[in-house]
């Protein structure tokens, strides 16, 4: 199992592999031959990935600084 820490050490990166999944969605290259074709026609994968990792980062700074009104 992947830990929270690894999650946010490479969150950043992730980002960018969701950000990748959304662009492959919206620019229609991946044609329906393509192996990768089942993951990328959903384009909603990326999105939610992205959410999740957004997600891990206002945890981790709430968890740093828990003051609601200083976040």
Do not use: C, W
């Not at 990326?46 to 206002?58: K, P, Q, Y």
Request: hydrophobic fraction near 55%.
């Amino acid at each position: 199992m992947i830990g929270m820490h690894k999650l946010s050490e490479y969150r950043t990166p992730l980002m960018g592999v969701a950000i990748l999944f959304i662009m492959l969605f919206h620019s229609g290259i991946v044609l329906k031959d393509d192996a990768m074709f089942s993951i990328f026609r959903n384009g909603d994968i990326g999105v939610e990935i992205f959410a999740i990792l957004s997600a891990i980062g206002v945890f981790s700074s709430l968890k740093k600084n828990p003051s609601v009104i200083q976040f």
